[in-house]
């Protein structure tokens, strides 16, 4: 199992995830009307180039999934049970076609489940950067993760 049980994750822990994805003018664009997002900051060149930008830009709400789906194979996978909240989401700087976006993640805290005992609750802060190191994301999320398993099935 590539995910990391609660026990394995200790608070302060970074981790630097090896993965790391080239966002295409598809991906942007397909995941903008997938999720019926007007905006033509997104999905119009001709009035993104008028803006400050001076260009579309990536959709915040893409680079969190990504940013997330990034971390999983290191973090979460087959160890998560759920994903309780994600709190002071940012987006420092905007992501845009042909950026490839880089995560590092700190574990900020963890706990016991009171009710559950074979699970722990952990918090996590993510860091996007881009290509350049420039950071274009931060998100603290909150997980419920599986201990790992006992001789007794428990």
């Known amino acids: 199992m590539a995910g990391k049980y609660f026990e394995e994750l200790e ?3 970074v981790l630097k995830h090896s993965l790391g994805r080239t966002i295409t003018e598809m991906d942007n664009v397909l995941f903008s009307t997938l999720t019926m997002n007007p905006q033509p900051l997104h ?3 001709d ?4 803006t400050q930008f001076g260009q579309r830009i990536v959709n915040g709400i893409f680079t969190l999934g ?3 789906g990034i971390t999983v194979p290191d973090l979460t996978q087959g160890t998560l049970v759920a994903n309780f909240g994600y709190e002071s989401v940012n987006h420092p700087h905007p992501m ?3 950026d490839t976006l880089y995560v590092e993640t700190e574990v900020l805290s963890k706990r016991e489940s009171k009710s559950k005992p074979d699970r722990g609750i952990v ?3 993510h ?4 290509q350049d190191g420039t950071v ?3 998100v603290e999320r909150t997980a419920l993760m599986l201990k790992r398993p006992t001789d007794d099935g428990v």
């Open 11 to 13: 608070v302060g822990a």
């Open 43 to 45: 999905t119009n060149e």
């Open 47 to 50: 009035f993104a180039s008028m």
């Open 66 to 68: 990504l940013a997330v």
């Open 96 to 98: 845009f076609h042909g």
């Open 123 to 125: 918090r996590f802060r």
């Open 127 to 130: 860091i996007g950067r881009n």
């Open 136 to 138: 274009v994301l931060e």
